[in-house]
């Protein structure tokens, strides 16, 4: 999936532009190429979750 470019303030239009453009990479897949395609993200995307998991964890204010 190409790069969204998204603001600074992070606005509801960039939820839309990011729910469009996962659209627009998903529509033409069928059920295997999408589970495949899941499959093959999941792991970074758990990693980038536990990172920041840890993160939080230490932050005391």
Known sequence: MEKVDISKDFTVEDIHKIREAHYEKIKGMSQEELLED???ISPEVQSIILSL???REKYQP
Do not use: F
């Open 38 to 40: 899941l499959n093959k």
């Open 53 to 55: 998991r840890e993160k």
